[in-house]
């Protein structure tokens, strides 16, 4: 190639990484996007192209660098330019207004301007740009060393790769917070439960985590944000006020928390903890509470720090929606794959706009390692849409009449032995005959989301195990209507509409039939991707463990699974039995790729529909190219609404996405 036509490349490279960063700011810090997805999605296939053909042209601030990397072997240790000293945290408003006493006595009287802002529940974050570049991304760690997370942060897509302007310094540093949306967390969880993986506790925890993945693609995909909350030194930069630096951090387009606020008085303090202690629910994201600085850098210098935090800044936590009950009794509950997790029955008590009275123990070291004793006064959270859990029991309540808990070594409901899982926390009745474990392999076997057998709820299960004619899934195909009319509640019409149910569910194919077997970490969108590999369950059931993990989004873990399972002689028995019984266990061919009407678009459903089960319309977005997402964002090309879509359709409305009926969505695919 000439030097002329590389001139060319290279100046198309760096227009189109002036524009995505500029796009990017506009999305994410503005709010104001100019472009659609697709016309994002395009600049950014065409700059990973021609990088890639031009590896000489690739640098580490190019925003390619934003849907991840290459996998790295571990991180770095590094010690931070300044500490992340904590903050004192104050819990009332006497805290507070002792906080302000001791701040105007250092400063002698002096007037004092406070700047408040959100206090956001994430991952502090050291970010260091050298020539306006990002070179540098440090966790807190103990304060004075950080781990050495550029690779992942690289990903956040609101923290620009390059400053914008040029009148930054050589060198800055910022202090941030990494945190992840309730939607983006909410869907993350959605998507792991349905492949048969644990759910994240709580959006800080999966922040944590998302930023210790080795593999920075997998880190992008987790949709982290962050918002700067200060800069070192800005007074050396000339900056006398807090609210000035911030001001400057975003005109250089780092992502600044809209919500900061002056407050002239404490009492003008006291006044915003009010407002946001009962309204931060509101928010997109967790707060725990706010942080209150001194606005003034001069006076912040002369206030100083003590050994362990700043004298200038405080942050009052709020109050966690808490409560406190009696633990009564405390059940196992036996999983579909025989896993049994521990249940605490409640005296009822208030939390969130809610009357609870069960919360999770998750498992056996948790009771263990929070002393928590059948009878014990406890003390239980519940944060947002989260299962309530027990935070902590109280000792010093005991009346003497409380009781240790012992985890069963035996399973409650069949009797036999169980055993702990060698790589985790999980207790699973070993059982091969287990009626606890065949009633939820059966209800989930013909939920919707997996064969949608009509009339096979889980009361008719539940019926139907007690009367001795379920117990494996083969069972159901081999019911006989004289068998069923002398049940209970079971007539005529009722009898023929479950036959009926359970013969059309012989049709639903390979991708459903995966997704009902109860293989651990399959779950709708896993057995989907294996359809799509596969042709039939047979040749699924014949590939090796490094086959079926060399498929995108499986991985060794879901691999080994699937492989033990099949390797199974019960399960490859069942297989058989469901062939011999008339299962379709093919997959469906795949729409061609100019049939794929949705490739590239995102859609939403929600609402109670009518015409379409909202299983059956995610499925079907994703056989014809698109993204079943669990949220309303900018991205959203349309929202499927039923009738009492709620707040999803408010949001949409707000952000201009295109609403489609039942009835325009069938139209939408030609269906």
């Known amino acids: 190639m000439g030097t002329k036509g ?21 999305y994410y810090t503005e709010a104001k996007p100019e472009i659609s997805d697709r016309e994002y999605d395009r600049l950014m296939a065409e700059l990973v192209e021609l990088e890639r053909k031009h590896p000489e042209l690739d640098r580490p601030d190019s925003p390619s660098r934003k849907v991840g990397g290459a996998p790295i072997d571990g991180f770095v240790t590094v010690r931070h330019s300044e500490p992340m000293l904590s903050i004192d945290n104050t819990y009332s408003a006497d805290d507070l207004r002792e906080f302000d006493k001791r701040v105007r006595k250092w400063l002698d009287g002096a007037p004092v301007r406070y700047f408040v802002e959100a206090k956001i529940d994430g991952v502090a974050m050291a970010l260091r740009y050298e020539d306006g570049v990002l070179t540098q991304g440090l966790t807190r760690g103990d304060g004075e060393k950080g781990d050495d997370v550029t690779s992942n942060l690289r990903t956040v897509r609101d923290l620009p790769l390059r400053l914008l302007g040029r009148n930054h ?27 048969g993986l644990e759910p994240f506790a709580n959006p800080r925890n999966s922040t944590a985590g998302s930023l210790k993945l080795l593999d920075p693609t997998l880190c992008a995909k987790r949709k982290l944000r962050l918002f700067v909350y200060g800069i070192q030194k800005a007074d050396e930069l000339g900056m006398k006020t807090h609210q000035e630096a ?35 629910n509101e928010l997109p994201y967790e707060i725990d509470g706010l942080v209150i600085k001194v606005d003034d850098l001069a006076q912040r210098k002369a206030l100083g720090n003590t050994s362990k935090s700043p004298r200038w800044v405080s942050a009052y936590k709020f109050e966690a929606e808490q409560g406190t009950t009696r633990l009564r009794e405390i059940t196992i509950q036996v999983g579909k794959t025989g896993a049994l997790t521990p249940v605490a029955n409640l005296d009822p008590v208030r939390l969130a706009g809610t009357t609870v009275t069960r919360a999770s123990l998750h498992n056996e070291d948790y009771i263990r ?56 926390a999980v207790t699973r009745c070993t059982g091969k005959d287990c009626i606890g474990v065949a009633r939820r ?77 109860g293989i651990r970490h399959v779950g709708e969108t896993v057995a989907d991707t294996l359809a799509g590999r596969f042709a039939d369950i047979a040749e699924l059931r ?41 299962l379709n266990m093919q997959a469906p061919p795949r729409p061609a790729r100019e049939e794929q009407v949705l490739a590239g678009k995102t859609l939403v459903v929600t609402g109670t529909l009518e015409k379409f089960d909202r299983a059956e319309v995610e499925r079907l977005i994703r056989e014809l190219g698109g993204k079943a997402a669990g949220s309303v964002s900018k991205k959203t090309d349309y929202l499927v609404a039923g009738a009492n879509a709620g707040s999803k359709l408010d949001k949409a409305r707000e952000l201009g996405v295109k609403v489609l009926d039942e009835e325009g969505f069938a139209k939408l695919i030609g269906r």
């Open 6 to 26: 590389h001139t060319e490349i290279r100046d198309r490279v760096e227009h189109l990484r002036r524009e995505i960063e500029r796009h990017n700011h506009l």
């Open 169 to 195: 310094p050589p060198v800055l540093e910022v202090r941030g917070e990494v945190y992840m949306a309730r939607a983006d967390f909410a869907y993350l969880n959605k998507t792991r439960e349905a492949e």
């Open 441 to 517: 392999r059966l209800r989930a076997f013909a939920a919707r989301n997996a064969m949608d057998i009509e009339g096979l709820g889980s009361e008719t299960v539940d019926q139907l195990v007690d009367a001795g004619l379920l117990r494996s899934l083969a069972d159901i195909y081999r019911l006989q209507k004289e068998q069923l009319l002398p049940l209970e509640r079971m007539g005529e019409q009722s009898v023929n509409n479950l036959l009926a149910g359970i013969e059309a569910s012989k049709e639903r194919g390979m991708a459903r039939l995966l997704t009902g077997l």
């Open 542 to 582: 014949g590939a090796t463990e490094e086959a079926i993990a060399s498929i995108p989004g499986i991985g060794p873990e879901r691999a080994g699974s699937i492989r033990a399972w099949f390797d199974d002689d019960a399960n490859g028995g069942l297989v058989d039995e469901l062939a011999g019984l008339g």
């Open 246 to 280: 911030l001001g400057k951090a975003k005109e250089w387009g780092l992502p600044v928390n809209p919500l900061g606020e002056v407050c002239e008085t404490i009492d003008a303090v006291l006044k915003l903890v009010d407002r946001w202690q009962t309204r931060r």
């Open 369 to 424: 390692e929070k002393d928590i004793r059948v009878g014990d006064l406890v003390v239980v959270e519940k944060a947002g849409e989260i299962i309530p859990y027990i935070v902590r029991s109280e000792p010093s309540a005991r009346t003497g009449e409380e009781k240790e808990y012992h985890f069963p070594r035996h399973c409650p409901v069949c009797g036999e032995a169980v055993k702990r899982d060698a790589d985790g």
